[in-house]
């Protein structure tokens, strides 16, 4: 009995020792997707200073194919990270044609 409470117990640190790390890795995420956000909305800017559209259907594609290719390198899912960065791609163009020029 006594071991088995050791081992659950063994179980249930290892468990949290590796949701810690997730939790860790989730915070560098939304840190990263917030500093991609504040270039983006610069980008916006700049874009609307010189009168160009939001989407640039070749540096979409440019952005997808990219990064489709390192996440096949990592050994992640394409089919993952195409939808996320489809989400990624329309929060991007609701930034970018939502930013304000700044002189």
């Avoid at 540096?59 to 050994?75: D, K, M, P, Y």
């Amino acid at each position: 009995m006594i071991t088995m409470m050791k081992e659950n117990e063994t179980h249930t640190n290892e468990l949290a020792v590796l949701r810690e790390q997730i939790d860790a890795l989730d915070a560098i995420l939304l840190e990263a997707l917030a500093k991609r956000a504040r270039l983006v909305d610069k980008v916006g800017q700049y874009k609307k200073m010189r009168g160009l559209e939001p989407l640039d259907p070749a540096r979409w594609q440019q952005v997808l194919q990219g990064n489709l290719e390192r996440a096949n390198a990592l050994g992640l899912c394409p089919e993952f990270v195409e939808a996320l960065y489809h989400l990624i791609h329309e929060y991007s163009l609701h930034l970018e044609s939502n930013s304000e020029p700044h002189s």
